[in-house]
Structures are given as C-alpha cells and as structure tokens.
C-alpha cells in the first residue's frame, strides 16, 4: 500500500527489532532509547506491516485492542481513505554528535517518554499532514537468563490519527466528477448527462405470491426472473427499499405504464448517460459501462474505484481521460452513534472536460439514413480545412441500451449481425475511386491528358506472358479515348496502359506522396493505406494498381482526403475532429500542380455532368458536383461471380465546403457503385 522509503533500510529495521525484543544481553551494550523504537515501529508503519507493529504494544495497550482488531482497523482506514506515500517523521529528536561523549543515567522501568511526530500521506481527499504525540514507556523483565529492557507504545486510537478517540469511526467518501460532455460543432449533443427511468421493486410491495410480479416484470423489462431474484436476494435488501432492476429512456412511457400496473413495481427518474443521436454516431462517439475488475486493476492508481463507470467504445474510451475528470473526497470522523464530530480533509471533484467536436449532427444523421439497412461506411469532410463531418458505420447499435442495461443474448445478436464492427477504421480495396489519384500521379509525370489510345473491346492485356489473366473494362465508347473520356465512363484499361507507361517506381512513388504507407494524423485510430502486400513485382499487379484491385488497400477517411487536393490547389488539409484543433493546417502540400488538380477536378465535374459519365445520377440543378464512382471486385478468379463493394464520393465545387464518400457491400447485382451514387446525392440535397 505505501511507497517504500529509502531512508528506511528494511535490514537496519529488522536488526533493530530484534536488539529491542531481545533486549541487553550484558550490561556492555547500550541501553535502547525511545527513538528507536518509534522509528523502528513508524518504519513498519510506513510499509504497511501492521502486524508486526502490534509487537510493539505495551501489554495494557494489547488488552484494550487485540491483534486481530488492530491489523484490521488500520488496513480498513488506509486501505478506506487511499492513503499512499505515508511517511512518519521524528520531529523532536536530538542529535548528539559523535566525538561528544556523554555519559547517561540507567532508565527507570516505567520511565514515560512522549515523543512528537509528523504523519504525511496522499488520500482520497488531498494531501494529509499532521502533528502527533506517541507515548512510550520503558519495560524492564528480569528472568534467570538476561535481563530484557525495550520501550513499547502506550497505544490510543489517535495513534492512527491524531484526531481519533475511542469509538470513533473514520469515513471516507470519494465525491465522484461530473463526466465531460461530447456536443457536435454547433452545440448539440453527442453524449450528454441526461436522465433515465430507473425502474425497480419495493420488496414489501409485492404481493403473496410474489412469483407472479416477477415473472411479469421479466417479460417487459426483457431479463430475466433468476436475473431479478439474484438482485434481490442481496444482502443490503430489506423490506422498505428500493432495488433497481433495469434503466430505461425518458421517451420510453408505455413500457413504465406496464411496469406500474404490476404490483411492487416502482420507478424513479435517475441521472444517466444519454446518447441523443442513437444508432447514427454509435461507432463514433460509443459508450460507457461499469468498470470491470481487470480494468479497475488497470488504472485503479488513477482514482477509479469499483463503482466507477468507464469508456467502453469510441471516443467515450479514446478520450475517457479528458471525459472522466478528477475524482475528490472527503475524510470525516464520527462517533459511536453516527454523528459527525470532524472533517479531516475534502477535495472537491475536478468535473470532466467538454468535448466539442467538427461534426455536424444534421450530416451524420442524413448520412447514417442513406447507410441504415446496409453493410457500409461513410465519411463527410469539410475539402478545403479538413474538418471532418461525419463518420459513419452500418449496422449499428444503440449505445443507450449498452447504458441502461442490456442483456448478454442482446450483445451477442449485435455482434452476429456485425453491428459492433467499425469499419470507418479499417481499410479496403477503393476500386476505381483511385482513378483521378493515378491520373494525378501520371499528370505530374508529364503525361499528355489529350492523347487519345485507341483501345478494340472490353478486354485486353499487355503481353502473352499474363497467361489468362487480362484487363476488363465494363463500357466501350466506341471511339478512341483520352484522360477526360477514361475518367468518365472509368475505364479500366485506359489506366492499367497508363500505369504501365508511367511505370511502377513512379506510381509507387507518387502514391506515397499522397500518404500511402504512413499513419494519418487523427484522433481515431485509422488503418495505413498500402500499395501493395510488399512491393509491386508484376505487369499485371501494376494494372491492377491503378484501378484500385490488386493488393491496393486504403481507409475511407484517407480516400476522401485524396480529393480534397482537387479543389484545394493540390493540397491536402490535416483531418480534424476536435473542433479545437480546427485552423486549416496542411497534412500534404503541394502533392500536384494546380494546372493538374484543376483538370482533374473538371474530368469528375463530367463524370456527373455527362449523360453518359457513371456518377449522373447524382447529378443536381445548380449545384455543381464533382464525383467518381468504384466497384471493387471479390472474387478468387476472373471467371467467377464474387460479391461486390460499391463506393462513390461527391464533392461540391463551386462552394468546396462538404464532401461526401461512401461504401455500400453487397451491391451485386444493385447495380454496383450505382447504386451508391443516389445516397450520396440525396444527402447533398438533404444538408444543402
């Protein structure tokens, strides 16, 4: 429990105790002094070694308290009010220097010495410093063999602090934060500290029979009745209290209708955490629950006890120490009846901080409508100082039913069904919403936009040596096609020929330019996009490459940065999530040429604009977007039918202050990354 002190060698403390018990063999060796024996018996104190301290009693003091009892009550307090760092000090002792001999008079048994002292130590509620008296008294015992003379302690119960007397008790209470709330960047609540209905029974308000009540209170409350009878068969239970079973939102009215027309069921309005926007910012903002023992033994020095309530998921568990605050107490004696007599120490409680972040709740909701129902991801940007907006998951879960209590069948339904996956934080195949980066890259490497390749069909390769493997592309215009026509109807072949023209050191190099192999600076820990597994050895991984297959990974949240280049001069902005830390820095700078991002940007104006462009159904009256659209392919071979993930991702040109990315899986046979394409477009309508 304390922290050892190196002033006090365990060794001398040991060899001391046992010239004290031992006492004076022969009247050569020098007589103990009360000193000593304090300093012997504070030592052991400050390490916490209580039994060994009650060796040091007198013998009228060991029956007025027992063994058993003093070890107890000592651990009880310290242990009770957090004591740590205890150091207990001699203030009155006397040094004699050495070379001064001084002669001394032999002790009279049953000499009285009162020696002072100062007691430090950390609490629960602050620093504790005081000034103490011990009183000791010289023992002398004669027997046939030795004569043993010690100084024991004339213990008292202010011996554990000053201001104890007998009977009283010590009562220690920690005074718990308020925890920080999260709000959105206008002010609106993310994670609040609300209030909940706490619904429970008053054991003497059920009837006869009171299976009856408990069988109907499991069926609405969804627990069950083993559930309900363990909670009140507790040892604090009694007639007249009330025993809370289950907490349950404010809205949720019917369900305390049922629970009030069962008899012995009760309710009452608690404070609870409260998570306003539900399923929509689950995986970002996600829950707090009680702390368990293996997360109490992680962080049980950081003032956590097991009452606590900690971060679970999301930025609840990612910010959980600027959220949970500082937890104070207060320290109070009390007497034989219960009435309080003094305070020793209080520390008031440091409330958690408030957490503002840069997302727009009206966004993360629209955006989590356009996902509910699918297996997807979305991220919504601000291109030009990169706040992020929203960041979406789907499925989801409620967080509030993690708070008020859900049952372990309910938690295991979540996870069947992937609702507990975040996958905004994990990376994927883009497909071909790599394309206008691979242009980029090839622009920068002085590639002619207006060459036009003349391309026969929907298939090709590059050599006999790729054996059966081969390059398809879903649309043939029927004409020769430049970078502008490849962009829009996404041609993969028009990219799988440049990329080899270009050649792989300089996409590889170009691609890393754009951050690829490096970790995004950003509160959320999200996955480094990569290339490649190691490095691209082939023709074919090459062409793969560039069209977002192959080995190619990258998260959703990088993938939107790569456009914000577009309509930022050929910069990338920093994600931001606190709003704090919103200033418009640059992650990357310059990473193309503004005459390159200009001409990018205006290809993805028509991937919407033209009629026949693969984003044109996101196309809207005075609002000028530009877009592309990503099919990414999984499968084991080309010759079969795999599942396919669609991506789209939209941004607004001519007012660059939102863009759009998102991923649905699943879109076979939904018309690939057309079907995103309406989701995407609908949320721009729906925040315009």
Same mark, same amino acid.
């Given at each position: 429990m304390f922290s050892h002190k190196c002033k006090r060698n365990v060794l001398y403390v040991c060899m001391l105790l046992i010239t004290l018990v031992v006492g004076c063999s022969s009247e050569e060796e020098p007589e103990p002094t009360p000193e000593e024996a304090f300093q012997a018996y504070a030592a052991l104190w400050e390490n916490g070694n209580y039994e060994a301290m009650y060796e040091f009693l007198s013998d009228e003091s060991k029956e007025m308290i027992t063994k058993e009892t003093f070890v107890e009550r000592y651990t009880n307090i310290f242990s009770g009010i957090q004591a740590t760092d205890l150091t207990v000090q001699l203030i009155t002792e006397e040094e004699v220097p050495d070379e001064i001999e001084v002669e001394k008079e032999e002790t009279e048994p049953g000499t009285v010495v009162t020696l002072l002292y100062e007691q430090s130590m950390d609490s629960l509620a602050g620093d504790l410093l005081f000034e103490a008296e011990a009183t000791l008294i010289f023992k002398v015992e004669e027997t046939e063999e030795e004569v043993e003379k010690e100084w024991v302690i004339d213990w008292k119960p202010s011996l554990i602090l000053p201001q104890l007397e007998v009977g009283d008790i010590v009562r220690p209470r920690t005074l718990h934060p308020k925890r920080g709330e999260i709000i959105d960047r206008h002010g609106n609540g993310l994670a609040i500290n609300g209030e909940v209905f706490e619904v429970?029974?008053?054991?003497?308000?059920?009837?006869?029979?009171?299976?009856?009540?408990?069988?109907?209170?499991?069926?609405?409350?969804?627990?069950?009745?083993?559930?309900?009878?363990?909670?009140?068969?507790?040892?604090?239970?009694? /007639?007249?209290?009330?025993?809370?079973?289950?907490?349950?939102?404010?809205?949720?009215?019917?369900?305390?209708?049922?629970? =009030?027309?069962?008899?012995?069921? =009760?309710?009452?309005?608690?404070?609870?955490?409260?998570?306003?926007?539900?399923?929509?910012?689950?995986?970002?903002?996600?829950?707090?629950?009680?702390?368990?023992?293996?997360?109490? +033994?992680?962080? +049980?020095?950081?003032?956590?006890s097991a009452s606590s309530e900690i971060g679970k998921a999301g930025l609840e568990l990612l910010l959980e120490e600027q959220l949970r605050g500082q937890s104070g107490g207060i320290i109070t004696i009390v007497d034989a009846s219960g009435k309080q007599k003094e305070v020793i120490a209080e520390k008031a409680p440091v409330d958690g901080e408030l957490i503002q972040l840069t997302i727009d709740s009206d966004i993360q909701k629209s955006v989590y409508q356009q996902l509910e129902g699918e297996v997807g991801t979305a991220v919504a940007l601000h291109p030009t100082n990169g706040d992020v907006l929203s960041l979406v998951n789907a499925p989801a879960y409620d967080p509030n039913e993690f708070v008020l209590g859900i049952s372990n069948e309910r938690r295991q339904e979540l996870n069947d069904e992937g609702a507990m996956l975040n996958r905004f934080t994990y990376t994927y195949a883009p497909g071909s919403t790599i394309k206008p980066v691979?242009?980029?890259?090839?622009?920068?490497? /002085?590639?002619?936009?207006?060459?036009?390749?003349?391309?026969?069909?929907?298939?090709?390769?590059?050599s006999p040596s790729w054996g059966d493997y081969k390059v398809r592309r879903v649309t043939d215009p029927g004409h020769d096609v430049d970078l502008n026509d490849a962009l829009v109807y996404s041609d993969n072949i028009y990219f799988a020929q440049m990329a080899l023209d270009v050649g792989v050191h300089e996409i590889e190099q170009g691609l890393i330019k754009f951050g690829f192999g490096e970790k995004i600076p950003f509160t959320y820990g999200i996955g480094n996009a990569q290339i490649a597994n190691a490095t691209i050895t082939k023709e074919e991984q090459l062409a793969d490459t560039s069209y977002g297959q192959g080995q190619m990974l990258i998260s959703p949240l990088h993938l939107a940065l790569l456009y914000t280049s577009f309509v930022n001069e050929g910069s990338i902005p920093k994600p931001t999530l606190l709003l704090e830390e919103s200033n418009g820095e640059l992650w990357k700078e310059n990473v193309i040429e503004l005459e390159n991002a200009n001409y990018i940007l205006d290809a993805l104006k028509d991937v919407i604009q033209t009629p026949r462009g693969t984003g044109r159904n996101a196309n809207i009256e005075n609002l000028s977007l530009a877009g592309k659209t990503g099919t990414t392919e999984h499968k084991a071979s080309q010759d079969? =039918?795999?599942?396919?993930?669609?991506?789209?991702?939209?941004? /607004?040109?001519? /007012?660059?202050?939102?863009?759009?990315?998102?991923?649905?899986?699943?879109?076979?046979?939904r018309g690939g990354s057309g079907y995103v394409v309406p989701k995407v477009r609908d949320v721009f309508l729906d925040v315009r």
């Open positions: 429970g029974i008053v054991p003497g308000s059920l009837p006869e029979e009171k299976s009856i009540s408990i069988h109907a209170l499991s069926e609405v409350l969804e627990i069950t009745e083993e559930e309900i009878e363990k909670l009140l068969n507790q040892g604090w239970v009694r /007639d007249d209290t009330f025993v809370p079973l289950k907490s349950i939102p404010l809205e949720n009215t019917t369900v305390l209708e049922e629970v =009030t027309n069962i008899q012995g069921g =009760t309710y009452r309005q608690v404070g609870g955490r409260v998570y306003p926007l539900k399923d929509a910012a689950a995986h970002l903002i996600g829950y707090i629950g009680p702390i368990t023992k293996e997360e109490l +033994e992680k962080v +049980e020095d950081q003032g956590y691979t242009a980029a890259i090839a622009l920068e490497n /002085d590639w002619d936009p207006h060459k036009k390749i003349t391309i026969d069909g929907h298939t090709w390769q590059n079969e =039918t795999g599942k396919e993930t669609g991506w789209f991702v939209a941004v /607004d040109t001519e /007012d660059p202050q939102l863009l759009v990315l998102m991923m649905v899986e699943h879109v076979e046979d």
